[in-house]
């Protein structure tokens, strides 16, 4: 069985940066791309990073391109989110996931089938 762990939310001003871990386990973590979600307070689930099975390649919601930077290790089966610059909305649970769906653009909640239980982000004002 599948297991995603996050880890690394918390407080922080804005301006400031955290970086968030997703471990992995069960499955080939490096036959899969990997993605992190976010869901605010009353609102929908939305994407906000993915990388390749290798990593060579990485997309970014346009929100937070140019302030977070995705990455893994195969090695480690893990996936980071390094998030500089940190505004307060991009204040909410924060999910890693599998894509195991490669023909559904990357964006698509529906391209991944495993979750993680997420972790909360708050940047204050």
């Known amino acids: 069985q599948v297991q995603l762990v996050e880890s690394g939310g918390g407080l922080v001003q804005a301006g400031g940066s955290l970086r968030l871990s997703c471990a992995a386990s069960?499955?080939?973590?490096?036959?899969?791309?990997m993605g992190w979600f976010r869901q605010a307070p009353g609102k929908e689930r939305e994407f906000v990073a993915a990388i390749s099975r290798s990593g060579g390649s990485t997309y970014y919601a346009d929100s937070v391109k140019g302030r977070f930077t995705i990455s893994r290790d195969n090695a480690k089966n893990t996936v980071h989110l390094q998030m500089n610059s940190l505004k307060p909305e991009d204040t909410a649970v924060y999910y890693c996931?599998?894509?195991?769906?490669?023909?559904?653009?990357?964006?698509?909640?529906?391209?991944?089938?495993?979750w993680g239980q997420g972790t909360q982000v708050t940047v204050s004002s």
């Open positions: 069960g499955g080939t973590f490096s036959s899969y791309a």
């Open positions: 996931s599998r894509r195991n769906r490669p023909y559904n653009d990357y964006y698509d909640l529906g391209a991944y089938d495993y």
